[in-house]
């Protein structure tokens, strides 16, 4: 059954048409998923589908009774009011029939008519049908998911925007509407809340989604169905982001042939033509009119891509080296004890929850932070280039030239190029850099960002976030860039997709200063983390880790191969890996016992996540283990 019906909606403004005779349907329970290029309406559309903004002509119908919510990328709240009691405001129609409820069982208790009888059942239907009955509780819980539990009755107004966006969704998710619009839903969460929200979406949210988003991971694993918008024009494709990709080469390949044939034919016919006398016949007269009709068709415009390049810095071995780190801000410590060796090549993706320390590593490393102990060593020849997360290096009050324009012309994979020339490549004809950066949209000014970043030359890459608020079409340009790159990268992302194309190796951060790092790409970090969280738990020794201290390899006199902080890295890690086994067998002993679940539901809450925890750093111990000890080996063969 439909949940929302549009036809024929268009809306310009000013002589730019955003939309043009879109037409598009949504059924109950459907998800869909909306792409589309920055700035080709995908807001605009979401806001007018929620009943947030007007179209110019067409028309929107919604099934009697249902609601839609629309999660806005910049929500608004009253200061005063705390996540606590917003996220409550999204069960009020549930709260008023339990309330009418609870307070009919008392009026029937003193006098049962049967309109109250009928009322009460009225009502207990209408109860169940909205979740159940202890929906109450489930606020707790929600704001425990977005990561706003901490804070829940704290005055949204001293939260950032970013916590602010986590309160709305919660908001959203627990009101379960007919159908719910989110913009940009993965916009400042960490990596475990994309993935609770995509397992939420599958596999408890009853309605429809409308997702407007550049996470192709969550396209691709909920969305049934994508529209995009291109050019006023939203097309409808059936399955996720691949079989969208898929389908869209399969139109473009189509829309090649009848355009090369339409040449072809125009190219015989005016040969023809060319050869003919001025006296025409009637039959001639019609093969002139199928001429003038291909030569009037429009040939299909040519999609336009961001053009992304690294001019590499000559560079060493070692692009860059830590040996037990400690980073510490305002007194507390965010990072404890972290050896990395980078050498060129290696792309680290860094992921964990907000607030751990992945933003304040890149500070370190970019110079703007001393080290609270430990060494952090740049290479003799690196040149470090750092995209912050605020995009700081741009001023706002002027135009994308004069923020680029500082250094007249420059070279760039040895071609000599001037700034206008420099910033086509990023989409920026000559009209729009004249435009005040204040006035782009987000991702506007993240490829402005780019394009300052990118033209200095490096070996050393510091990517805060760049996947926040770029279309897929630029994401997938960044991603074949720093393929290509021969230098290092160490990369902050939420996006999962991002980080399965190009990182070799994961750095995860998890919470009071212990950072693992993880062979491999996001899947394969996956596949280690769920692997060391189903392993069987060992009586009594350690059963995936090695049983006795002794039984790693003695720790060699500075095995050949591994640089200096991998040698004591690799001489520390047996102790390491007992002491990690030893946790995972004090808290398996404790969940054992026939009292633990009868505790207080916080304490079991939190133990039963310690006990995750210390599985996943034990696996993790263990495999860096066995990956310094093959490299160590393969040194001294």
């Not at 169905?225 to 869209?248: F, Q």
Request: glycine share 8%; charged share 30%.
């Amino acid at each position: 059954m439909p949940v929302l019906d549009a036809q024929h909606l268009s809306k310009s403004f000013g002589e730019r048409a955003l939309l043009t005779d879109a037409t598009l349907t949504i059924v109950s329970g459907e998800h869909v998923g909306l792409v589309g290029k920055n700035g080709t309406g995908k807001s605009t559309l979401a806001r007018i589908l929620a009943g947030l903004e007007p179209c110019d002509t067409g028309t929107l119908a919604l099934r009697r009774g249902a609601e839609v919510r629309y999660l806005a990328q910049a929500p608004s709240f009253d200061p005063s009011h705390t996540p606590r009691a917003i996220v409550l405001e999204g069960l009020a129609t549930w709260s008023r029939a339990k309330a009418r409820y609870d307070e009919l069982g008392d009026q029937l208790a003193r006098e049962p008519t049967p309109e109250l009888v009928e009322e009460h059942a009225e009502l207990a239907h209408a109860i169940e049908h909205q979740g159940g009955w202890q929906r109450d509780h489930e606020v707790e819980a929600m704001l425990g998911h977005v990561g706003i539990f901490s804070r829940r009755d704290d005055p949204i107004g001293q939260m950032s925007g970013g916590e602010k966006r986590r309160v709305a969704l919660a908001q959203i998710l627990i009101a379960r509407p007919a159908l719910a619009i989110l913009d940009e839903p993965t916009n400042h969460l960490d990596v475990e809340t994309i993935d609770w929200l995509e397992r939420y979406l599958l596999e408890e949210y009853p309605g429809a989604v409308l997702l407007v988003t550049h996470d192709r991971y969550l396209l691709d694993r909920v969305c049934t169905r994508t529209l995009e918008l291109d050019r006023g024009t939203l097309t409808s494709y059936d399955g996720g982001y691949e079989t969208y990709l898929e389908a869209k080469a399969a139109r473009a390949a189509h829309q090649e042939r009848v355009e090369s044939n339409r040449q072809n034919f125009l190219r015989r016919e005016l040969e023809w033509l060319a050869r003919q006398p001025k006296a025409r016949t009637t039959k001639q007269k019609a093969r002139i009119d199928r001429a003038e009709a291909a030569k009037a068709a429009i040939a299909p415009v040519a999609e336009q891509r961001v053009a992304l390049s690294l001019e590499e810095a000559r560079s060493g071995k070692t692009v860059l080296e830590l040996e037990h780190l400690c980073l510490e801000v305002a007194g507390r410590t965010l990072i404890h004890d972290l050896s990395l060796y980078l050498p060129q090549g290696e792309r680290v993706g860094i992921v964990g929850a907000n607030g751990t320390g992945k933003t304040t590593l890149l500070r370190a490393i970019a110079g703007q932070l001393a080290p609270a102990s430990g060494r952090l060593t740049l290479g003799q020849n690196t040149k470090v280039s750092y995209f912050d997360q605020e995009r700081s290096g741009l001023d706002l009050d002027k135009s994308i030239f004069d923020n680029i324009g500082d250094q007249g012309r420059f070279e760039m994979a040895g071609q000599v190029l001037d700034t206008r020339s420099y910033l086509e490549r990023f989409l920026f004809d000559g009209y729009e850099q004249r435009k005040r950066v204040a006035a782009l949209s987000g991702g506007e000014r993240a490829r402005v960002a780019l394009a300052k970043v990118l033209r200095t030359a490096t070996n050393l890459v510091l990517l805060d976030e760049p996947t926040n608020d770029l279309d897929v079409a630029t994401l997938g340009a960044l991603e074949e860039m720093l393929l290509e790159f021969s230098g290092a990268a160490l990369v902050v992302t939420h996006d999962r997709w991002f980080l399965d194309r190009i990182a070799t190796s994961i750095l995860v951060f998890e919470g009071d200063g212990r950072v693992v790092r993880y062979p491999g790409n996001y899947e394969t970090y996956r596949r280690l983390k769920a692997a060391a969280e189903t392993a069987p738990a060992a009586p009594a020794a350690p059963a995936p880790a090695p049983a006795k201290k002794s039984e790693p390899p003695p720790k060699a006199a500075k095995p050949k191969g591994l640089s200096y902080a991998e040698r004591l890295e690799l001489e520390k890690l047996p102790d390491r890996i007992e002491a990690a086994d030893g946790r995972v067998r004090e808290l398996e002993a404790e969940i054992s016992h026939p009292e633990f679940f009868r505790a207080d539901p916080e304490r079991v809450k939190r133990t039963l996540a310690e006990l995750d925890a210390a599985k996943a750093e034990a696996a993790a111990l263990l495999a860096r283990w066995e990956a310094l000890e093959t490299r160590a080996a393969g040194g001294s063969g």
